[in-house]
Every structure is written in structure tokens, then in C-alpha cells.
């Protein structure tokens, strides 16, 4: 057998692990696991840093599948370099309840997955992410402890969506050499020819951003390694454009639309069978294959021996230090500084923005806490992101915890993923709450694969005034309180503030959205708690020497307007609770009792909240009474705003006296 | 006076009315219409077609200023050129409650502003749309009736943000070389110089799409002219790149991000006063530059003279033809197909998805409607959003109606608002819900702007089984829902997917979502009936003799399971109703005596929905039964999930006798 005979084999062996597994599922994807399996070979067999029995080693290479309906081809791979967590039954569930080779690639179901793909282009920016993780590490703990590479295989429509342009800009702008991204380029996407809808000459487009592109047939493997070879000595990061025929081998499908999301048929396969001289049952690789894959499993196995010494020969201090931050656990003063800040909150008692309060925040935090990686899409004088701890990165220099990440807020957030994916660093940003939506699939794909990124997220409703509806977030807050997992927190003041931002940290398992207003805001929280009361998601703010007849619900900037009303209420001789609520999440994992407690049995409820009411009848009912939006805002100074949408004092009172008929 | 100097005068009256504008509102960006002014001078003096006596004449030539922070630019303009929507008291009324000019352009403030902008790369986006509908128009009514340019003006924040890479892809793709657009290169964000964020040469950029580009000095009103001149002479778009100064004449701030939004003060102002030789007072226009403009507001009443007697000889069919569709009413045989077809379905009652569905009722609109225009980003055969009548657009044929948009849902989405916005054309889209994250910045401006598009998104939950969580749309219908002014369907079946098409292609001030089952549906609707029931949004579907003791409400594939239930509460003796609920929005905007009627005053609420909470509550109360979803899904066949969920029939009738006691 000839070295190409057998890489051809080894080749084989993915092709037909994906068409069976496809073929039992009755679902699945088995075009991409067929054109790409020379790629996937080389790759692993020669290349990729990664030992099978310690799959999760902090200096191994990532390997991203962002063609994440391709995930079989992962699954096979894994199992063949023998994977503990991806045997030969888990492929035979493939697309099952409760298996782990789910329909994409999902982080969590075992090791090797570096990252949740399905949704186009994702997989590429968490990849951008992980190759800045990877220079910032070796910049913070030298190339003994962090030196990997990080590798994509994206598809046609991975680089048609805008995410990727994002992705590549930023990857090109910071020179991310050690990021090599393969183009599996078979011309074929769902409706037909690639043609059909685009005329994009690809290594032309990222050439024009900085980056090194490599054009080879995706089918001979020496042009593979010698592609990645070149690839690896390059100062700027490589696109590898890879032409592949999609469902290669099939007889009659292969390059063409129909091997793309479907199962091939019993004839097509057994056609395959004999064109590519495959004549084993399904899931049935020959021992010599299965054996030659092995051993290619085992090559990592030295570097990473090597790495362990390398490891052993550092001072106590880095070790620990590394060990932490990959662990993921805040640095031992974190809590005490926390609390120090309080108390002198406590004495301040200053007004201010929560963008504001956030940065003086953030200043306490990033003098605690040396991996928090900061950055804004290019709003950090609005967003108050940056702090004297925080200088920029730029692409000589990494030593820097500050990323301007351009006005790519889908890029920045899928970068973050993989910050966070990559371990070692707490991610957070910078932008505008509108913009939201701008990054809403990167935020989603956070908080599936629950990882610790935090968006700060400012001008967060009409309170930014003038910039009018296009930047004013109204449906917003409920948008992302829907989203499961996301801890969405809105504070009201400065100690408010705070406590989310601890919360936020100390969110191991999600990530955090924290909305924060333009416009300032008192103190409204008066004296030193020790305990962080925004943990409970709401609490009981002002309370009544009565048993209240009024309860006002709010969050945020309107906790203001709440406090006014509950003080004329009050004065009227109204009892009158104000309940401040920062997170409806937090909320929701309290006990019963405790919930039950802090809505009250009766008496009127009020929610104030300058967006809509969607999400408040949890609170209030659907007889409650909401004092906020019900349309998109307008151009205005914010007062003339909350006046002419009736968010105010004396529309709550108002609201409050009518329902008591009073 | 030299014709350089004249320009340069009538330059700084766009200048000086933008920095007074601004100073007077303390708030607002003077640096984009101070660099971009000579761009704008140029091309509205001498190229553009619009006539402010009739500024929504269907041929005009279409503007968008797709940096939309420089609204002062558009306004400015507009003034000057003699609209009577912006007069020179509502230029001092900037950004103020109740004016036209509000902080960024917002469609339907005035004549002029082709749409709403300020989201960055959404004008872009519009603007490929409008070429689209011009081609398109263009192709059938003739170049005499049809035959007009898209001028953009975009900033570095458009070209970097990734909907601009599925905009160009999509526009050099098609050849829409009546689209030109200016690139205001003046080298600045807000953060800083751009270099310190992004390394691409867009020019490079666009010619690897196939663009056509040009790079010149911005401040050079000939060069300006002649690239003009060169684009509209190019068989592909262009893109002008015109490098800038930002803020220009600014003495201290010029050519720095300080210019970029905010006011330039007073010491400032006079400094560029100085510089500009504009001893003029605040607002202040000499006669002779004013004049000038005004002169050029006359320059295309000629064209549009022209084109009048164009369209007077036109036959009168395709007059009417013209003119029915720019007015946005639908054909006369529209009704009674949409009537003849529900009661064939009456009679059929067949089991199918509601995708399968959709297609089965476009075919019916798509026959008696020539004015929808139809497409997929790339998942043509899972939307089924093509029919027999709706032929392939190429770039060489704009006869057909369907666009494949290539997998670019953002792109899609930003287009479909400009061919709305164009006039003519109905748009509607195809894509899976899930991606309604990647396309909602454009989703919402459609609301925002009012404007007739329709989003056709299908695999709409957990019901498309195997593809799993991160293809299952789980916060959609909250976060739709949640959207103001958009109408989100959930049809459970043929005759409601029927009902919904025709509320949608009826909504003519607002954006429609329809969301479709991957999975077969019976059909629920078993008589014809007259009128369309969908249309209130939420309806008795089955009833019970005796007051109901159980009420559950669902939507979509969900009706089924309630269905079920109810039958076999019914055989229990448990007298219960079930209310399909295909739409929240439509039902909140019925009479309170319905509302009420339908919610029902006593017994026992349930909801039933594959998706979560989240809105619910406005039917079922925060007591009520939610049998739905609380986190993400997962990767199996669809009938395990639920199984799996607990979104059953016996988990609905459990929580009815539990509820009673029974």
C-alpha cells in the first residue's frame, strides 16, 4: 500500500463512518464529511496537536468546524483517533435523544468539540476568538506554556454570511498568524451552484484584508500538508482554498446539491462502496485503517509530555496562576474588593449613569482580576468599557487588555465565545443595547453553550434621548430575557451596579447582558448591605410600616420614578412598596416563598419599565397596571421623552389612586 | 465668482446649516455633512433626478444615506433644494419632539427621506433592494416608464459591518450597475482612526465581488463629477471611494473623531467660520447661494416632465398597471381567489406541513398577485417558497420573481425593505426562524418604517427534530412577538397559512413573519367559512355546550395536541374550549368585549406552545398551565422531543384534572 493508497483509505474511512451513520439516522449531512475527508486526514493524522487521552490540554490545537452540519466528520475523526467520549455506538446514535453526536457539533456533549456550529459563520468568528486567546496567553505566560494553532474548516455559506467578513477583518487587522482557515470549496450550496448567487472571488476578498491565501486541490493530500505547512510559517493568518467535490466518491449525486443534507439511499451507497473500493459492511473499518488511525492519535502524545515538563519547570506562582484562569476560578481578593467598594458607595452615595458607575466598576474589578479582556464596538467613550488597567491590544502587541473591536458587534460577540472557549480569559464588551440584535446568534450560542461572556450594553431605552428610535431598545429587555440561560440584569445605580457585575463574574455556567442608562441616576441604595441583593433578581427596595395597598414594580433608570412615587404615595398616607428587579432570571431561582414574599398577595401592582410590558404580567398579573412603552420611542431630550410616553411620577400615582379609588 | 468657488459656497451652506443645527440641539454629528458636503453638492446639483415639486415621483433617482448620523446632510439638502417638508424652522428644530428632523433619518418624516437609517450598513442594504426594484420594474415597464439610479453614502462603520459584505456580494453578484455608492473614506470612527481597528483596502474588497471602483479626492467637485460620469457609464455598481476630511474647515477638529457627533462649540464654530469665509450668521443662507441651490431644485423638472408624457402615452392597461401596484393596492381578482381556494380546502382538508402549505397558497397569490416577488436565503426546498409562476432573477434576466438570495439572511432582509420601500413590489422571504436572529436589525426597521414585507420562516421548533438546539427556534415567537408593529402567525394549518398570506399581502403598513412547521399537520379547520378568522388574532376553534371548565389556548403545530385534549376532556364529561391563537398582535387589537370573551372569565387556562412562556401569561394569567418550553431543545426525531418536552396530549389533559381536582 502505497502512503497515498493509505491516506486514501484512512480518508475512506470518515466517508463511509458519516454515509452510515446519515444512512441509519435517516438524517443528516453526508456531502461535507465526504469532501472534506482529505483535508480532515492530513490535518489530523499530520498536523493538529491533540492527544485523544487528554483531549482537553490547555496547548493543544482547536480544530472548528464551522460547517457545523458536517458533524460527522468531527464524530468520525474522534472516534477514530480514539476518543473515550466518541465510540463506535455513539456514531450509530447519531441524531438521537440523549446521545452525543448531536445533529451539529455541541459543546458539552464530549471532548474534541471545541465549539457549538450549525448556524453559519459562527464556528469562523469563535475561531478569531480563540487565536486572540491563544496570543494573549502566550504573551501573558511565554510560548513554553501557550503555543497552538487554531483551525477552521468553513464552508461557502460560513463566508457568504456577514459574520464572516466581521471575523476576517478583525482576524486580518490583529496579523492572527497561527489561525489557518480551510475553504471547503465544492461550489455547491442548498439551492444549486454556488454561481447561482454569488460571484465572490474569496482569496481575493481576504487578500484585501491582510491575509495570506493558498489555493490547492482539496483532494491531494501533499498539497494539503504543503498548504499547511506554508501556512504555518506565515505572519499573517491563511485562507486555505481548498476546491473539493462534495459527496466525492457517490456515483451519480457527488458535486451536486443532492449529497448535501441527505441521506444517500441504499443504491447510491453501494455505488459508492465500489467506486472508492470500500467493500465493508456499515461502521465497519478494517482493522489495518482503524489501527493506522490509532497511532496517528497517539502523535500528540510526546508534545504534549514535553509541554508537561515544560509545565513542571515553571515557578509555583505562574502554574497556580495559569491553572486558575483555565479553571476558571476569580482571583482570591476578587469578593473583598468588592465589598470594600460598597461600603464606600455606601458613604458616596454618588449620582451618576450606570454606564458611568460600570467604568468605576470596572476599575475596581480590573485591578482584581488580571484575565477580564475588555473592548467595545467602537463606542468606548459611550460605553465606558475602558479603565486605566486596560491598554489596547494591538496586532504587535498583545500585553494589552483592551480590544477596539471595530463596528463588528456579531464578530466581537462570537470572538468572545471563543475567548471563553478557549479558557484562560473573561471576555467582556462594549456596545450599544439596540445593537443587540446586531449579535442576538453569537448571544444565543453563549448562553447554549454556557459560557462565561459578558456584554455591556449601554443607552438602554429612550433614556438616551435624541439618537431617536433606530437606537432607542423598547422591545429589547423582554427579547433577551427570552433567551434561556442569558442572565439579563438591569441595575439601578451604582451598588447595583456592582452587585451585577459580581454576579456576572462569578456566572460560571452563562453569560451576561448588563443594560446600562446614558442618563444619570441617584443613589438609591442607602446603606451597606453585605449580602449581594440583586442575587435574588428582585427585592424589596422601599416598604411600607402597613401592609401595602400599592406595589410598584421597576427596574433600572425607572427605579427612580418608582421611589418618587412610592415617597408621595407614602406621604398621602398610601403604604406603598417599591421592588427593585435587576434580573427576572435571578428571580425565577429563587423558592416559591421567597417569590411569593416579594409580589405580595395583594393590593395594587405597578410595573415601570421605559420598554414593554411583555414579561411584567409575571410579576403584576394580567391586571396589572404597566407605566412604559407600547411603540418604538422618538427623537427628543430624554425628559420631553418620558413625558410625552407618560413614564413618570405622577403617571404611577396617578394609576395607583385610580385603581384604589382614591 | 469661479464655478469652484460657487460650489465651495453652496458646500458650506450644507456645512454651516449642520453645524448650526447641531450647536442649537447640543446634540448631533457635524463631521459627516461637513466632509461629505462637496460629495452631496455634486451630486445633487448635477446628477441626481429629483424633483422637490413632486418628491415621490416613481422614477426619481433614490438617495440613501446609509450613514444616517449625518442626517443634517440629508436635511440640509433637502431645504436647500426647496422641499416644502424641511423648511429652515424645522432644520432649527433639530432632533426635537414632534420635527421632521429627527436624530436620524426616519421614513415618513418628509419627502426625500427614502428610508430610515441609522443602524449601520442597514441603508446599504435598502439601497441594493431599491436597485433590485428598479431592474425589476425596469424589466416590466420599460426603460421609459422605469429607469432610475440608487445613489448611497456609506461611512467606514457601513462597509464594516457584516451586512455590507451579503449587500455588495449580493449587488456586484446581480450586475446592479445603476447602483453607485460614495464611501465617505475619512480614515475615522468614533474610536479613533480607523486604522487602529480595520486593515482592509475596500476597494479590493468590492472589485473581489465584482464592483466596479473608483478612488478620488472627495473635496474635488470635478473629480467627483467625472466619477460620477464614469459610474453611471459601468456595466457594474461602483463604489466611489472619496477620501475625506471629517468635519472639514473645522480649524482644531477636523480630520479627528472629536468632529464626529458632537457639537463643535462656540470658539470652534467660529474658528471654521473663519476657515470657510462664512461670515454668516447662524442659519443664515446668503441670497445668492440659496438662489443657486433653488435653481438646482428646478434642474429635474425637465425629467420629470418628460416622463409625464412618457407615461401619458403608455396604453392604458399598463398605466393602471403601473400606478395600482406604486399605490401598493392588490390586483381585483385578489379576494375571491384567496375565497375560492379555502373553500377547495374546505372540501380537501389535507394533512401537510404548513411550509407545504405556504407554497400550495402561493401558488394561488403568485398566479392573481404579479407584483410578489419571491425568494429563499438558500433553503429554497425546506421553505417552499417557489412556485410554478416565479422564475429565477439572473443577473442577465430580471423577467423572473424569485430572488435566491444566497445565504445571506440579513442581506435578504435589508433589500426586501428597500423594494418595499421602492414601491411596486411585494417582497416576501424564505428562511428557517432560527435566522430570524440574523436578520431581526433589518426586521425591526420594516416595522419601524411600516413597510409591507413578508417573512416567510419555517422549521419553526423543536418539531424539526434532528437538527437540534442550535436549529430550534425556542425565544422566537417572544421575541418576535415582542417587536412593535410587526405581525408574527403561527397558522395550524392549511386554511389559517391561507388566512395568514392574506392579512400579510393586506397589512399594507407592516412587516409580517409567518412561521411554518417543518412536520405534517392535519387540518383543524373543518367547514368554510366566509370570513377570515385569523384576522383576530385569536379564536374560539372548538367549543363546548356547557361553560368551558378548561380553556386551552394554542398556536401552530400545538393546536393539534390541543385538539386532542379537548377531545378527550369531552369524553370525560370535562366541558372545554380550545382558542387557536395565531396571532398575539391581531388579537390585542380587537374589542375589549371580544378579548374578553375569548380569554373567558373562569376554569381552568392553558396554554400550550413549543416555545416558551414568555407572552402567554396576557391569556392564561401567572396562574395558568404553560405546557411548552423552558430551555433549548435537543437533536432527535420530533416525535421523541416532545415526547422528551412533555408537550403532550396527556400532559395537557394531567394538568386540566389536576387543576379540577378531578
Known sequence: MTDLEKHQRMANAIRFLAIDAVEKAKSGHPGLPMGAADIATVLFTQFLKYDPTAPSWADRDRFVLSAGHGSMLLYSLLYLLGSDDFSLDELKNFRQLGSRTAGHPEYGHGAGIETTTGPLGQGFGNAVGMAIAERLQRDRFGKELVDHYTYVLAGDGCLMEGISQEALTLAGHLKLNKLIVFWDDNGISIDGRVEITDSTNQQERFAASGWNTIDIDGHDPEAIADAIRQAQASDRPTLIAAKTTIGFGAPTKAGTAKVHGAPLGADEISGTRDALNWPHEAFEVPSDILDAWRIAGLRSAHAHKDWQKRFADADTETRADFERRNRGDLP??????????????????????????????????????????????????????????????????????????????????????????????????????????????????????????????????????????????????????????????????????????????????????????????????????????????????????????????????????????????????????????????????????????????????????????????????????????????ASAPYKALYEHFGITKDAVVAAARERLGA
Not at 427579547?479 to 442572565?487: D, V
Not at 424589596?540 to 421611589?563: M, N, R
Not at 393590593?603 to 403584576?620: P, S, T, Y
Request: glycine share 10%.
Open 332 to 633: 482570591a481578593g476578587f469578593t473583598q474588593a468588592v465589598l470594600d467598594y460598597k461600603k464606600k458607595l455606601a458613604e458616596d452615595q454618588p449620582t451618576m449613569a450606570t454606564r458611568k458607575a460600570s467604568e468605576a466598576v470596572l476599575g475596581v474589578i480590573n485591578e482584581v482580576v488580571p484575565e477580564t479582556i475588555g473592548g467595545s464596538a467602537d463606542l468606548t467613550g459611550s460605553n465606558n468599557t475602558k479603565t486605566p488597567q486596560t491598554l489596547p491590544v494591538t496586532p504587535d502587541d498583545f500585553s494589552g487588555r483592551y480590544i477596539h473591536y471595530g463596528i463588528r458587534e456579531h464578530g466581537m460577540a462570537a470572538a468572545m465565545n471563543g475567548m471563553a472557549l478557549h479558557g484562560g480569559i473573561i471576555p467582556y464588551s462594549g456596545g450599544f443595547l439596540i445593537f443587540s440584535d446586531y449579535c442576538r446568534p453569537s448571544i444565543r450560542l453563549a448562553a447554549l453553550m454556557k459560557q462565561r461572556v459578558i456584554h455591556v450594553m449601554t443607552h438602554d431605552s429612550i433614556g438616551l434621548g435624541e439618537d431617536g428610535p433606530t437606537h432607542q431598545p423598547v422591545e429589547h429587555f423582554a427579547a433577551l430575557r427570552a433567551i434561556p440561560g442569558l442572565t439579563f440584569f438591569r441595575p439601578a445605580d451604582i451598588t447595583e451596579t456592582l452587585e451585577c457585575w459580581q454576579l456576572s463574574l462569578e456566572s460560571r455556567d452563562g453569560p451576561s447582558v448588563l443594560a446600562l442608562t446614558r442618563q444619570n441616576l441617584p443613589s438609591v441604595r442607602k446603606t451597606f448591605e453585605e449580602g449581594n441583593l440583586c442575587a435574588k433578581g428582585a427585592y424589596v427596595l422601599a416598604d411600607s410600616d402597613d401592609e401595602a395597598a400599592v406595589t410598584i414594580f421597576a427596574s433600572g433608570s425607572e427605579i427612580e420614578i418608582a421611589l418618587d412615587a412610592h415617597k408621595e404615595l407614602t406621604e398621602d398616607g398610601i403604604a406603598a412598596r417599591v421592588v427593585s428587579v435587576p434580573s427576572f432570571e435571578l428571580f425565577e431561582a429563587q423558592s416559591e416563598d421567597y417569590k411569593a414574599a416579594v409580589i405580595g398577595s395583594g393590593g395594587v401592582k405597578i410595573a415601570v419599565e421605559a420598554g414593554i410590558r411583555m414579561g411584567w404580567d409575571r410579576f403584576i398579573g394580567n391586571d396589572g397596571v404597566f407605566v412604559g412603552m407600547s411603540g418604538f420611542g
